[in-house]
């Protein structure tokens, strides 16, 4: 089963891509979903700046094993849900990175997670989730979730470069297509939890789906089909 379900996930690495890229004028244009003016949004944005002036104030080895581990840790998560058994998973004591081991041959969504998958946002998000069933939801969680974006932004950032040994193997050109709206999918999804929760990413994926299908209408008429 575990060969079969990287087989497919493998034939569709460049469809999904291909999709994910068509989709980047609705991702841009799914803005005009959010009221930006709300409370909750403000008090999101407050969140996600505070990331950025706390960051200066971090221990720069702490934030890089942090990082490390999170991006170890997104490697193991994906593994595991396309049903790979995780060996090990190690991080290198001088912070200059780490490896996580898995049986069977594995995929590219694998190898890729970490560039595009906020690990710590879905954790985030499943704890607040907890936390409203039985109080309400409040500014303080929405700074968190702007917070987390912030972070997810900041290391998905820090991660592509030359240097970088797995994105060689997925190739440079499905990076150039992939990563962008890959990130702006993830990062509207978390926006969209914010103001509604899971409801709201549901959505949030309907409205993708709706400009998507718009956009193919108006290129379909401009080519006279």
Same mark, same amino acid.
């Given at each position: 089963?575990?060969?079969? &379900? =990287?087989?497919?996930?493998? /034939? &569709?690495?460049?469809?999904?891509?291909?999709?994910? !890229?068509?989709?980047?004028?609705?991702?841009?244009?799914?803005? =005009?979903?959010?009221?930006?003016?709300?409370?909750?949004?403000?008090?999101?944005?407050?969140?996600?700046?505070?990331? !950025?002036?706390?960051?200066?104030?971090? =221990?720069?080895?702490?934030?890089?094993?942090?990082?490390? /581990?999170?991006?170890?840790?997104?490697?193991?998560?994906?593994?595991?849900? #396309?049903?790979?058994?995780?060996? %090990?998973?190690?991080?290198?004591?001088? =912070? #200059?990175?780490?490896?996580?081991? !898995?049986?069977?041959?594995?995929?590219?969504?694998?190898?890729?997670?970490?560039?595009?998958?906020?690990?710590?946002?879905?954790? #985030?998000?499943? %704890?607040?989730?907890?936390? #409203?069933?039985?109080?309400?939801?409040?500014?303080?969680?929405?700074?968190?979730?702007?917070?987390?974006?912030?972070?997810?932004?900041?290391?998905?950032?820090?991660?592509?470069?030359?240097?970088?040994?797995? /994105?060689?193997?997925?190739?440079?050109?499905?990076?150039?297509? !992939?990563? &962008?709206?890959?990130? +702006?999918?993830?990062?509207?999804?978390?926006?969209?939890?914010?103001?509604? %929760?899971?409801?709201?990413?549901?959505?949030?994926?309907? &409205?993708?789906?709706? +400009?998507?299908?718009?956009?193919?209408?108006?290129?379909?008429?401009?080519?006279?089909?």
């Amino acid at each position: 089963m575990q060969a079969i &379900l =990287d087989k497919l996930i493998n /034939l &569709l690495k460049w469809p999904v891509a291909l999709y994910l !890229f068509f989709s980047l004028p609705a991702f841009i244009k799914s803005a =005009d979903f959010f009221r930006f003016a709300d409370w909750r949004y403000i008090a999101l944005f407050g969140g996600f700046f505070l990331f !950025f002036i706390s960051r200066s104030f971090m =221990d720069s080895s702490a934030r890089v094993s942090m990082e490390v /581990l999170a991006h170890e840790m997104t490697h193991a998560f994906f593994a595991l849900l #396309t049903l790979h058994k995780v060996k %090990g998973l190690r991080i290198n004591p001088d =912070d #200059t990175g780490g490896n996580m081991s !898995f049986e069977g041959e594995g995929n590219w969504l694998i190898i890729i997670a970490p560039y595009f998958f906020p690990l710590f946002g879905l954790l #985030t998000m499943i %704890g607040i989730s907890i936390y #409203t069933l039985f109080a309400p939801m409040n500014l303080i969680l929405n700074g968190l979730m702007g917070f987390i974006i912030g972070y997810h932004v900041d290391t998905v950032a820090s991660q592509i470069h030359e240097k970088q040994t797995d /994105l060689p193997k997925v190739g440079y050109y499905f990076c150039a297509v !992939f990563l &962008l709206p890959a990130n +702006l999918w993830m990062i509207g999804s978390m926006m969209a939890f914010n103001s509604k %929760g899971w409801s709201g990413i549901a959505t949030y994926q309907k &409205l993708i789906g709706h +400009l998507n299908a718009q956009n193919w209408n108006y290129v379909t008429s401009f080519l006279g089909f």
